[in-house]
Structures are given as C-alpha cells and as structure tokens.
C-alpha cells in the first residue's frame, strides 16, 4: 500500500491561511541547538519529516527531544554522546550534514554518512569541507563515511567560492568554539542565515555580519541553552502565494515577512496578479489576466530558485512565453515532464525552460520527484479540469506542513487515499 494525493481541480480557494515556521531554518536550528550545554526550546516548528528525522538523529546521540506542544520543541544535551551517525535518517535529508559542523564545533570530531536530500542535479559539499579544513579539521572520506576531526579548531578568514547557504551555516556552527576569529567572506544571506546566528548569539556566540556577505564569529567557550521563535517559512508563504494567484478568488496568507518575498512578489506583479501586501500578510485577488514573464533564479534577495518550481505551474496559465533560467540547481526542471503530461506545453533546455501558456491542464497521474516539484504539481492539480493523482509524496510531507489540511481549509478539494 501507498499513500498518494488526489486533488479535483477547478475548485476556487478563498479564506485565510496562516504559514509555519520555515523548514530550511528549522533544519538547521535544531543541530545548531546541540552546541548549547542546556535546553534550548524552539518555537515554531513545522509539523514535517524533516523534523522527524533530525529528531532520530538526536536521539541517536543520545539527545533528550520534548515536543512539549505541537510547534514547540525542548532539545536538551545534558546526557549527550557523540558517535558516529549511520540511521538511514542520515539520508533521508540534505540538512543532517549540519550535524557536520556542529558535532565537530562541539567535540572536534564527527563521523557520519554521506547526506541524502531531493535530486536536484549535483550537489557538491566541497565548500563546507574545506571551510572545516580552513579552521585547522582533517576530512576523510572512505566507505561511505566522512570523518572530520580537529586536534583545536583556530579561527581563519574562509572565502566561498559560491554564496552557499549550507556552507556558511555550517561554517558558523564549525567556528562557534574555535580560537580567535573566523570571517566568512561571500558569505548566503539568506534570512535562515539570520536565523541561526540568532539563536546561536542567544546561546552566547558572538557572530555578527549575518545577512551581509561577510560574517565574522569570535570563538567563545560556552553555550547555554535559551528560547527561540523560528521565522516564518518564506517558501511555503511563495507557495501559497503562487497557489492564491493560480486558483483563488480572495485569499490571504497570513505571518509572512514580506520583505523575504520582495522578488517573488516584485515577479507576480509583472504578471499582472492583483496584490495588497502588509506587514505581516499579503492578500491576493484572483482572476486576473497572467501576462508571461522571464525569470533568473539567484542566490537571496534573489529569485529563489525553490520557488521557480511551483511558479512553473502559474506561468503555463500566462499569455505569451516565459523563459526560466536556473542558475543555481541545473537540473532542477523534473516537474516540466510531469507538467507536460498534464497539458503544459514546457521545452526544457541546460539550466533553462521556455512555457509556451497559457494551456488547458488535464488531472493525470503524476509523481512528485521531489519537494517542489510536489508543490507545482499541487498547484497544476488545482489548475486542472478532472482528478490530479500525485505519487511519491512523502518528497511533499518532508517540507510542507499540512499542506492538503490548510488547502481543504481553503475550499480545495484534495483527500490522501491508500493506493495499492
Ligand atoms: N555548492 C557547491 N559546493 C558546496 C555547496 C554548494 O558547489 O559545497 C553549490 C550547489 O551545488 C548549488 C549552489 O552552490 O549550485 C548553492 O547551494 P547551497 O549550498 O546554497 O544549497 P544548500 O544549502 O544545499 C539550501 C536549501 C535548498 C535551497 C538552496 C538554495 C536547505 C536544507 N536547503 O540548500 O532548499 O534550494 O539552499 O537556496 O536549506 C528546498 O527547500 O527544496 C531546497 C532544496
């Protein structure tokens, strides 16, 4: 038996529905929290599988995990144990590598499998490595295991080739306990960034810089445990948007920071989608007339390329062509074969796709090949005449908190059926 989500299209949506705490800071904040010697509560937290393997991971380690409400989670350290992580949860998620830098900040040692995550073309993990080299770590890689150890970790100025996100927290977490100063030049700026050196200055790391392209962290000896609220999910806010866009007649999508979805919002409009942002909601009208638009995904303030995936799915209903360019995951287009199967009329180029709109989409038997992809399938099945069956939606459940539950709230028509 399987699981799979069944969405008759055509339904409009209307209401308000409110975005959970953001998945790619969460996954983040909870290895961060292992480098405090108390509990540290986070609030906030989405109700998804990333979680739930992170919190295997922990447990593994011996960590004490307390859900003490649903969005509340206490991790406490004090019986922790380092030892080498192997629980095919491992796997399962792209962030446990953020176990890397945090155990080796910690007890400048770990050991641990090779990350998993969504396929979304190669997804090297070079600059996280030599940014652990950088502060004084050996990297060893052999059968499937890495092993990076540090006799002292000493503060240096690392440079990163490409502002990535994974390895500038990574980074922060490795540099947090490490003599002197450490400078992280091109530095993400993501607002997850933000996040993370937040709770970690709570905990008493003195990291400034986040947000810009240069961080700098000064080695300090003790963390303690403290509070958290995790920012809202600025992802899950585009998806929503895009969906209030594709198949709403008033919709509002409530605790957002707007300014995280300024090139989002700033794209909609060029579409021609009718919009009143304030400042913590934004309020979509729907029916308006969808003119093509060409878009370049970027690193943050950027066009966030998580989002070009679900966007695809609007832009098949846009008068005229509209051309992506993927600048950061090459092969992030697996959701134009199942567009295309539902009616969409997509070429797919290297780095690039052309959506010739606006078509007449069909519900079809698709399959979620990975977590956007999941979302521009949902929002194609609202779009379409006839049931939208999507498969492999565990891809959907590891980073969307109760997506067909807020939907339904919305007036979708979206049921989960066991399938054989
Ligand atoms: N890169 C390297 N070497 C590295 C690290 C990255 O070449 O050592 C390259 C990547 O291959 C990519 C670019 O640098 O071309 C940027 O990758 P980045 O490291 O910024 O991505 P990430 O940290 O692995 C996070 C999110 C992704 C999101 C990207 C880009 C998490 C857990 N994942 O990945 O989220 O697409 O940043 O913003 O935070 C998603 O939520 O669906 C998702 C995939």
Same mark, same amino acid.
């Given at each position: 038996?399987k ?5 008759e299209?055509?339904?409009k949506l209307s209401?308000n529905v409110?975005i ?6 969460t996954? #983040?904040?909870?290895?961060?929290s292992i480098?405090?010697?108390g ?5 906030g ?9 992170l919190?295997?991971?922990?447990r593994?380690?011996?960590?004490q995990?307390?859900?003490n409400?649903?969005?509340?989670l206490v ?12 629980h095919?949860a491992?796997?399962r998620?792209?962030?446990s590598?953020?176990f890397m830098?945090a155990l080796?900040?910690?007890?400048g040692e770990?050991k641990?499998k ?9 997804r090297p993990?070079d600059?996280?490595?030599?940014g652990? +080299?950088?502060l004084g770590a050996?990297v060893d890689?052999?059968? *499937?295991?890495?092993?990076i @150890? ?5 503060g240096?100025k ?10 500038t ?5 490795a540099?947090?306990?490490a003599e =002197?100063?450490t400078?992280?030049e !091109?530095?993400a700026?993501?607002?997850e ?5 937040t709770?970690? !200055? @709570?905990?008493?790391?003195?990291i400034r810089?986040?947000?810009?392209n240069?961080?700098?962290?000064d080695?300090v000896?003790h963390l303690?445990g ?8 600025r992802i +899950?806010?585009g ?7 594709a198949a709403?007649?008033?919709?509002t999508?409530e605790?957002?920071i707007? %300014?995280?979805?300024?090139? $989002? ?6 579409m021609?989608?009718?919009m ?6 934004v309020t979509?009208?729907?029916g308006?007339k969808l003119?093509?638009?060409?878009v370049?995904t $970027?690193p ?8 070009q995936?679900? $966007?695809?799915?609007?832009?098949? %209903?846009a ?15 697996k959701?134009c074969?199942?567009l295309?199967?539902?009616?969409a009329?997509?070429?797919? *180029?290297p780095s690039?796709?052309l959506i010739?709109?606006p ?7 698709v399959?979620a090949?990975d977590?956007?992809? =999941?979302a521009s399938?949902v929002?194609?099945g609202?779009?379409a005449?006839?049931?939208t069956?999507i498969h ?5 459940d590891?980073?969307y908190?109760d997506l067909?539950g807020?939907?339904? #709230?919305?007036? #979708?028509?979206?049921r989960?059926v066991?399938i054989?």
């Amino acid at each position: 038996m399987k699981e799979v989500i069944q969405i008759e299209g055509g339904h409009k949506l209307s209401g308000n529905v409110r975005i959970s705490g953001s998945k790619n800071a969460t996954v #983040a904040l909870i290895p961060a929290s292992i480098l405090a010697n108390g509990p540290v509560t986070i609030c906030g937290v989405p109700n998804i599988s990333d979680v739930e393997s992170l919190a295997i991971l922990l447990r593994e380690l011996n960590v004490q995990v307390i859900q003490n409400s649903t969005d509340h989670l206490v991790i406490d350290t004090t019986e922790m144990r380092n030892k080498p992580l192997d629980h095919p949860a491992v796997t399962r998620l792209r962030a446990s590598y953020y176990f890397m830098g945090a155990l080796l900040g910690k007890y400048g040692e770990v050991k641990m499998k090779m990350p998993g995550g969504c396929y979304l073309g190669p997804r090297p993990i070079d600059l996280h490595l030599k940014g652990f +080299e950088a502060l004084g770590a050996t990297v060893d890689y052999s059968q *499937g295991y890495y092993t990076i @150890k540090a006799k002292k970790l000493v503060g240096a100025k690392i440079f990163l080739d490409i502002s990535s996100v994974g390895a500038t927290i990574n980074i922060m977490m490795a540099a947090v306990h490490a003599e =002197g100063r450490t400078t992280i030049e !091109n530095a993400a700026k993501e607002p997850e960034i933000i996040d993370v050196a937040t709770l970690l !200055n @709570k905990m008493g790391a003195q990291i400034r810089g986040a947000g810009t392209n240069v961080i700098t962290i000064d080695g300090v000896d003790h963390l303690s445990g403290c509070f958290h609220e995790i920012i809202p999910d600025r992802i +899950e806010a585009g998806t929503f948007i895009i969906m209030a866009a594709a198949a709403a007649e008033k919709m509002t999508i409530e605790n957002i920071i707007p %300014q995280h979805l300024e090139s $989002l919002l700033s794209k909609l409009s060029e579409m021609g989608v009718s919009m009143e942002v304030n400042v913590d909601r934004v309020t979509i009208t729907g029916g308006c007339k969808l003119k093509a638009v060409d878009v370049k995904t $970027l690193p943050y303030p950027g066009f966030a390329t998580d989002l070009q995936q679900p $966007l695809t799915a609007l832009l098949t %209903q846009a008068e005229g062509d509209s051309r992506i360019i993927e600048t950061i995951y090459s092969e992030r287009f697996k959701h134009c074969v199942e567009l295309q199967r539902m009616g969409a009329d997509i070429e797919v *180029g290297p780095s690039n796709s052309l959506i010739h709109g606006p078509s007449k989409l069909f519900g079809e038997r698709v399959t979620a090949t990975d977590l956007r992809c =999941g979302a521009s399938l949902v929002i194609a099945g609202l779009l379409a005449e006839g049931i939208t069956e999507i498969h492999e939606i565990y891809h959907i459940d590891r980073g969307y908190d109760d997506l067909d539950g807020k939907l339904n #709230a919305l007036g #979708a028509k979206i049921r989960r059926v066991e399938i054989e």
